[in-house]
């Protein structure tokens, strides 16, 4: 395999990088709303949000982004591949996070809220200033697991066209006939980019905890 | 020996802060609170006491709408506490609570605890939220922990805090939900040394305790609540010597035994 078409690779691995990282912080928002809509006490939004997640968690990433590319397309919006995968992704993320962080909202004791609100703090500065930070570091091993997954699961962006580091992978190796040689170093690059977060991931959760468990 | 009375005469006078008139409150089919009617004027300090399960933690929840009620009226400060936020936003900046398991946020230092509802809910600056926290820490006798987080402090310790960080928002009224119920036994003299001299400062309290030396030693009235209601209510000479109903003698009974 020559130079050519590890560059290659790595354009392809440039594209991975991207759609998860879109995925990922738009995701982050998104799953942010989602969470504060689930644990909002207002049942209808409860019940939408419910639904959404069911959705979402229901049905596999490869259908969900089939129908952002083609289903949009069918109703009129021509999106770019690039912009349609991102938007799976994001909806994708969005449903697992708020999920997530439904949970770790919920798993922060009541007290904390009644003390908040006893101290006259209003919803805004009691999620912020007190649920979130403590729900965060509960869902930091789920969050940082979920993240894995999403980076891996851009490889699925290839079925509608999108040349990301696997369908990059398929390419060359139909090119030069060394699936082993090449696969294996897109593997490496998997690895290269997933095992960074689960270290970072580990070490986060220790400072939150030390802050907690001093 | 005086003769039993409906209302009792606090020797404080003066305006009523809290008052409470005909407050039921139900879960679902459960009547939590029967007729409550109590009225708590400015500087009174009242121990309200009963068995478990008999409304008292319901009653003062109440009071800063940690809990609705269905019927009646609670007025606090003059303002009448129903649904609105406003006016419970009103009410829960001049009443401040200290819970049982003190509810200190773990992830902010002592410091911290007590500077967070004064920065956010009164708008006071940094350097003035971090001053207050000071000399209040300093006042329950703990300010040399206040870069401190609170799991690192004993249970006594950080309830001190809890009673800081309440004080921090200056309020009117103390709340204390059974504030000692969760400590070692030798960390509950450090906590009612505090909430005894806060009481002597002249602060308006309300206590659920079964601390029936503090109740002697503070307290103007004391309540006792049994199924949701209020049965009893007397000076506590009165209420430990001369107990009017029978389930108070019951339960006086029962924890003076200990």
Redesign the interface.
């Known amino acids: 395999m020559g130079s050519e078409e590890f560059v290659f690779l790595l354009i392809g691995l440039k594209w991975t990088v991207l759609l998860s990282a879109v995925g990922f912080v738009c995701g982050c928002l998104a799953g942010l709303g989602v969470a504060l809509a689930r644990t909002s006490g207002i049942p209808l939004l409860e019940r939408i949000t419910a639904i959404y997640i069911g959705i979402f968690q229901g049905t596999p990433l490869l259908m969900q982004l089939f129908v952002t590319y083609y289903g949009l397309a069918l109703i009129g919006l021509k999106l770019d591949a690039w912009v349609a995968v991102a938007i799976g992704l994001t909806l994708h993320a969005s449903a697992y996070l708020g999920e997530i962080w439904r949970g770790s909202i919920e798993a922060v004791?009541r007290?904390?809220t009644?003390?908040?609100?006893?101290?006259?703090?209003?919803y805004v500065?009691r999620m912020k200033?007190?649920i979130l930070?403590?729900a965060i570091?509960i869902s930091l091993p789920a969050t940082i697991g979920f993240l894995v997954q999403l980076i891996k699961g851009t490889s699925l962006a290839s079925i509608v066209g999108f040349t990301e580091l696997t369908r990059a992978g398929n390419i060359i190796s139909n090119q030069i006939f060394q699936p082993l040689t090449v696969f294996g170093i897109v593997g490496a690059l998997y690895f290269l980019m997933c095992c960074p977060l689960t270290i970072i991931g580990a070490r986060l959760e220790q400072r939150f905890n030390a802050?907690?468990?001093? | 020996m005086t003769t039993a009375t409906a209302s009792v005469q606090s020797p404080i006078t003066g305006e009523a802060v809290i008052t409470m008139s005909h407050v039921e409150k139900w879960y679902d089919a459960f009547q939590a609170l029967h007729d409550i009617n109590m009225s708590v004027r400015k500087g009174e300090r009242i121990v309200l006491c009963g068995p478990s399960g008999s409304g008292k933690s319901t009653l003062i929840r109440c009071i800063n709408h940690l809990e609705s009620y269905e019927k009646g009226e609670i007025r606090v400060g003059g303002i009448l506490l129903g649904n609105q936020a406003k006016a419970i936003d009103a009410i829960r900046r001049e009443v401040g609570m200290v819970f049982q398991q003190f509810n200190l946020f773990p992830h902010l230092t002592v410091l911290e605890n007590c500077m967070l509802a004064p920065m956010r809910a009164l708008g006071v600056g940094k350097t003035e939220a971090a001053d207050r926290a000071r000399s209040l820490l300093a006042r329950v006798k703990i300010l040399e922990q206040a870069e401190k987080y609170p799991i690192q402090l004993s249970g006594g310790q950080q309830q001190r805090v809890a009673i800081a960080r309440a004080l921090c928002m200056r309020p009117k009224i103390m709340l204390f939900d059974e504030p000692t119920s969760a400590l070692d036994p030798e960390m509950v003299k450090e906590v009612l040394d505090t909430m005894i001299s806060l009481a002597e400062e002249g602060m308006t309290m309300i206590c659920v305790t079964h601390e029936m030396g503090f109740a002697r030693q503070v307290a103007d009235r004391v309540i006792f609540m049994a199924s949701g209601a209020i049965v009893e209510e007397a000076h506590p000479g009165e209420f430990f010597t001369n107990p009017r109903h029978e389930r108070t003698r019951k339960f006086l009974g029962e924890i003076l035994r200990n």
């Open positions: 004791p007290g904390q009644e003390a908040a609100k006893a101290l006259s703090l209003k500065s200033d007190v930070p403590q570091g802050a907690h468990a001093r």
